[in-house]
């Protein structure tokens, strides 16, 4: 099993989302996020008549644990619908899981990360 975090813009996360469940991933945990990163080094911007610092731009931090079967067409899927080609676009990030364990009915290991759009992955 992995983990994938997944820094997207706010902007693109209802894109993403929508993509994401087009291809069966449908549960996942996502929140605001601010932090730092190069598209600071580039300075403020115009756009329409407004300054903004690139540096402030919102984004969303999406968390998604799933079989590793599924990671590379979920990390394609993101990265092709977050992609905007301007600096900050976001990253994304993968991890090993050793395990995980659904609460509700005590399952484990991959059974705990199944849900009703598996039957799209295969």
């Known amino acids: 099993m992995k983990k994938i975090e997944a820094i997207v813009r706010t902007s693109k996360f209802e894109d993403v989302k929508a993509e994401l469940k087009k291809i069966g991933i449908d549960f996942f945990s996502y929140w605001e996020a601010s932090g730092v990163g190069n598209e600071h080094l580039r300075g403020h911007h115009s756009y329409r008549g407004t300054v903004y ?7 969303i ?3 998604i644990v799933l079989r590793d079967e599924n990671v590379s067409k979920t990390i394609e899927c993101i990265e092709k619908t977050a992609h905007t080609g301007e600096v900050g676009d976001g990253m994304i990030f ?3 899981i050793e395990e995980s364990i659904r609460i ?4 484990r290991g991959e059974a705990s990360t199944s849900g009703p759009g598996d039957a799209l992955l295969k």
């Open 104 to 107: 509700s009915n005590g399952a």
């Open 61 to 63: 931090l999406l968390s």
């Open 53 to 59: 610092d690139t540096q402030y731009i919102p984004r």
């Open 94 to 96: 993968c991890y090993s």
